[in-house]
């Protein structure tokens, strides 16, 4: 069935580091795929999302790209921030099953001042 | 308001009882969704409404749970006979239709003693 896997956390890292949070999916159709942000106490929101391969979502200086001959869209920010501590949500839909979200299991992100 | 709603925040029942959770979701969506997130886990999917047809229940766990929309405003989603495996953040998403980007509640914390 359809599914994401992302890399388990929690991820720690000093601020201005790199960052990269992996992602792979499996799908039986052409999927969208997401990036959702939780931070502590607060609601689910969306980062960011690609519709199609080859395409690259980016905000907040969060970017990833649709790859298709990977079945990849991991998460790179290139010097990450206190504020961006949170839990990550990679995730995918599919038009063929309703735009429902099949999520990843999350990856816990804390950065060290 | 300018989101998603979601009441009660928190919710403590004993095993054994029936829980009401409400959802208000943006005005004009089309498409309300249901989720569970249970402790340290991702998100799984539950139920989904579109306009006028027949929902999506394929994510129910059980036939202790059911939900109800009202045209396209509120809806409530019901467990009976609650048991500690139910206890988890339930989210409510709700988006314009099909392929549009869902937005978030806040949840509804559920704890079943």
């Known amino acids: 069935g359809d599914s994401v896997t992302q890399m388990e956390g929690p991820v720690t890292l000093s601020e201005e580091a790199f960052l990269t949070i992996n992602c792979t999916y499996t799908?039986?159709?052409?999927?969208?795929l997401f990036w959702y942000v939780q931070y502590p106490g607060e609601g689910l929101q969306l980062l960011l999302k690609?519709?199609?391969?080859?395409d690259k979502g980016s905000n907040k200086g969060f970017e990833a790209t649709y790859r298709k001959e990977t079945t990849s869209f991991h998460l790179e920010k290139g010097s990450v921030q206190v504020s961006d501590s949170a839990v990550y949500f990679c995730?995918?839909?599919?038009?063929?099953?309703?735009?429902?979200?099949?999520f990843g299991s999350g990856t816990r992100l804390s950065i060290r001042p | 308001g300018a989101g998603v709603s979601q009441s009660p925040s928190n919710k403590v029942t004993e095993k054994g009882k029936d829980v009401e959770l409400r959802c208000d979701p943006i005005s004009g969506h089309t498409a309300l969704y249901w989720y569970r997130q249970r402790l340290g886990q991702g998100l799984e999917f539950l139920i989904y409404?579109?306009?006028?047809?027949?929902?999506?229940k394929s994510g129910l766990p059980s036939d202790r749970f059911s939900a109800e929309r009202t045209g396209e405003s509120v809806s409530t989603l019901t467990i009976q006979r609650t048991q500690q495996e139910d206890s988890a953040v339930y989210l409510c998403?709700?988006?314009?239709?099909?392929?549009?980007?869902?937005?978030f509640g806040p949840g509804t914390r559920l704890l079943v003693l």
């Open positions: 690609a519709t199609k391969a080859d």
């Open positions: 995730a995918l839909s599919l038009y063929s099953s309703a735009s429902k979200i099949i």
């Open positions: 799908a039986t159709g052409y999927p969208s």
């Open positions: 998403a709700s988006s314009f239709g099909l392929q549009e980007t869902q937005y």
């Open positions: 409404f579109q306009g006028n047809s027949a929902p999506d």
